[in-house]
């Protein structure tokens, strides 16, 4: 197998999950950033999340707490302390909606883009543009 979840883990795409899967991997661990959010504050923490795919940034995990969170998509880190730093002006958008937990995820309609407004933490196109 290459990459990725074990296939009886596929579902396991909160990061609360995640953290407990065998086969996920984050880094640096789920304990590790609640531990830096808890010394420096959470309002204080900028996370990078780098979204291969949609994941489900659940309440359990602590990361909503967190001051800034930058939905990175391969991006190299000398561009993202640009932006950070206030170097470079951020443009970017959400390519697709973040459902608020596994459940909305799970009764989506396929058919169906996005989630109904009350399942959703972040609408498709979600993002910020700086002038």
Known sequence: MFGGASPDELDMI??????ESKSW??????K??????????????ILSIDFRQPYVLDKES????AGAI???????DAALLDVISGR???????????AKDLDAIKKQDPDAPGYPKK?????????LTYP
Request: hydrophobic content about 40%; cysteine-free.
């Open 14 to 19: 909160s990061f609360s999950a995640m953290a």
């Open 70 to 76: 930058f939905a990175t998509f391969g991006v190299s």
């Open 62 to 65: 602590g990361l909503l707490d």
């Open 88 to 98: 470079f002006k951020p443009t970017g958008k959400l390519p697709y909606a973040l």
């Open 32 to 45: 590790e950033i609640r531990e830096i959010m808890q010394k420096v504050g959470p309002e204080k923490t």
């Open 25 to 30: 991997t984050i880094t640096p661990s789920l």
């Open 119 to 127: 399942d959703t933490l972040f609408p498709f196109g979600f993002g």
